[in-house]
């Protein structure tokens, strides 16, 4: 590699780094002055540059499982964290089971490919739903308690 496609490729990512780092307090502060701060998960809107950054350094790995696993990974978190985010008592119940939802939902795919004999994509959804799965479930079951904990009003913790 020359000198010069190094020095571009780390101005990139320290302009990235940058702009991830500057982008939420900004969209922050300019949503907490307009009116739409009042719309549930809309000021943590600018953490939304978070998993894009990682996204793209994902994207940028050489190993096609460990992409396919990491970015069913971050999607499933972004999402999920997101939705819960944004909920509360009046949310329905289905977004509770989201997270466990999207963490097993490549389970299905896994089973259509191995009945395609697409033995190496079966594997792959596989992995990424034992990797995702168990999380999705756990994220899933804390949605479920804090909605619960969240209806009774007279509680003081």
């Known amino acids: 590699m020359s000198i010069k496609r190094i020095a571009l490729r780390i101005v990139l ?3 990235l780094i940058l702009v991830v780092l500057l982008l939420p307090p900004l969209v922050y502060d300019y949503i907490s002055h307009t009116s739409l701060s009042t719309v549930p998960g809309m000021l943590m809107l600018g953490g939304l540059s978070y998993p894009v950054y990682f996204s793209y350094l994902v994207t940028r790995m050489h190993s096609v499982r460990a992409r396919f696993i990491l970015l069913h990974l971050i999607a499933m978190l ?4 997101f939705t819960l985010e ?4 009046s949310t329905p119940f289905i977004v509770a089971l989201l997270p466990a939802i999207l963490g ?5 795919m896994a089973a259509v490919a191995r ?3 697409q ?3 079966a594997s792959n959804c596989l992995l990424s739903t ?10 899933s079951m804390l949605a479920i308690y804090g ?3 969240s209806a009774m009003s007279g509680m003081r913790w």
């Open 147 to 149: 909605m619960g904990m």
């Open 78 to 81: 972004t999402i999920s964290f």
């Open 13 to 15: 990512h320290l302009f």
């Open 86 to 89: 944004a909920s509360d008592r």
């Open 119 to 121: 033995r190496p994509l």
């Open 115 to 117: 009945l395609r004999k």
């Open 104 to 108: 097993l939902i490549t389970l299905p």
């Open 130 to 139: 034992l990797v995702s799965g168990p999380i999705g479930l756990a994220l």
